[in-house]
């Protein structure tokens, strides 16, 4: 059972068997929602590098069942419908534009594993906004799936501000590509009266 839980730092400690253990973000199986003060854990019992008590493996339990991150799933999937019919909008070679985009989401992606590992490892990490740079050059469903399963810069409000800014720029452009540019050209004329 997870005895105290620091959302905002991504720690707590866990207790099992009388023995307290501490538990990290980065510990919980990639795809599951935040933990709470309270919920039941499975983990494996182990040892930091200062031979201190810390949990490993660590997957949320709830009637007998491991909680899945079907919700982020679904809204992936829904924030990908309105970029999809925009591409049928788009003029030949539209395929060029969801090839470019899957490339700058899979290279989105490998920066955020990377940027994972490193914090973890307490190397040399990727800037913020050198992540932000791919989520806006079209790399925003590869970072969207790297905070999903990674479980990675997902719990920074600033930074999420600014990622959830980007996907709603997309959703934007998206359906104003799918309306003729009706509402870019709606702006434009509001800007010069």
Request: proline letters at 5%.
């Amino acid at each position: 059972m997870i005895t105290q839980w620091f959302d905002e730092k991504g720690y707590g400690w866990v207790e099992s068997g009388g023995k307290r253990y501490f538990a990290h973000i980065k510990e919980f199986e990639p795809g599951q929602r935040r933990p709470k003060s309270g919920e039941e854990v499975r983990f494996i019992p182990g040892f930091d590098l200062g031979w201190r008590p810390y949990a490993k493996g660590l997957t949320l339990v709830k009637a007998g069942k491991v909680q899945s991150g079907t919700g982020a799933l679904i809204l992936f999937c829904l924030l990908l419908v309105l970029p999809l019919l925009a591409l049928l909008w788009l003029p030949p070679p539209w395929w060029m534009g969801a090839g470019g985009m899957l490339i700058v989401s899979a290279i989105t992606y490998a920066m955020y594993a990377h940027d994972k590992k490193q914090a973890v490892s307490q190397g040399w990490r990727i800037s913020e906004s050198s992540l932000h740079l791919g989520e806006l050059l079209g790399g925003w469903p590869g970072a969207f799936i790297a905070q999903w399963r990674l479980r990675h810069k997902c719990s920074k409000p600033g930074y999420q501000f600014v990622f959830r800014a980007i996907v709603l720029l997309y959703q934007i452009a998206a359906l104003d590509v799918i309306l003729h540019q009706r509402l870019s050209k709606a702006v434009m004329a509001f800007l010069n009266r």
